[in-house]
């Protein structure tokens, strides 16, 4: 996705001057990316304790198996915290990334099939049994309409800047 804003006004200088400096201007997003960023990055820590995906949607409880082997409580994806407290974000002046580095992340976002990595050396499969989907990055509603804010906030901050 680009944006592209090309806007001339043919014997105004002034008015031309203003339009350049605004266009400069909102090629340059890299402050409101870090806030979308950060913004994604808290919405993400909150589907940790509400326990649901981006869609709203509550994940799927623990097997009775994990259940019985005492895995995290009875508390969905933080038996450790590692997961929860791997996210990260990066931007510059064109995107932001938000995710984690966790190599199981994956799994628990996507979920995996019974043996769907393979088998152990003494033949049991990878993983034992299927791990349900469990959805924690993504852009909610409430996240959506915080980046529309922030958005709107920076251009109207920018516009009146340029203007000045």
């Known amino acids: 996705m680009g944006v592209r ?17 605004l266009a400069a201007r909102l090629t340059a997003m890299r402050g409101p990316l870090e806030e979308i960023g950060a913004a994604l990055e808290a919405s993400t820590a909150l589907r940790f304790e509400d326990q649901s995906g981006p869609d709203g949607i509550a994940w799927a409880p ?28 990066r931007a510059d002046d064109r995107q932001v990334e938000v995710g984690t580095n966790v190599i199981y992340a994956g799994t628990h976002q996507f979920g995996a099939a019974r043996g769907a990595f393979g088998a152990t050396a ?43």
């Open 122 to 164: 003494g033949g049991g499969p990878i993983p034992w049994g299927d791990i349900p989907a469990r959805p924690f990055i993504g852009i909610s509603a409430a996240a959506e309409a915080e980046i529309v804010a922030i958005l709107d906030d920076w251009a109207q901050r920018q516009t009146a800047e340029a203007l000045s």
């Open 62 to 89: 623990l097997s009775s198996v994990s259940r019985a082997r005492g895995r995290e409580g009875g508390v969905i994806l933080s038996d450790t915290g590692r997961l929860g407290d791997s996210m990260t974000r």
């Open 5 to 21: 804003i090309d806007i001339r006004a043919a014997g105004a200088e002034r008015i031309q001057a203003a339009l350049d400096k």
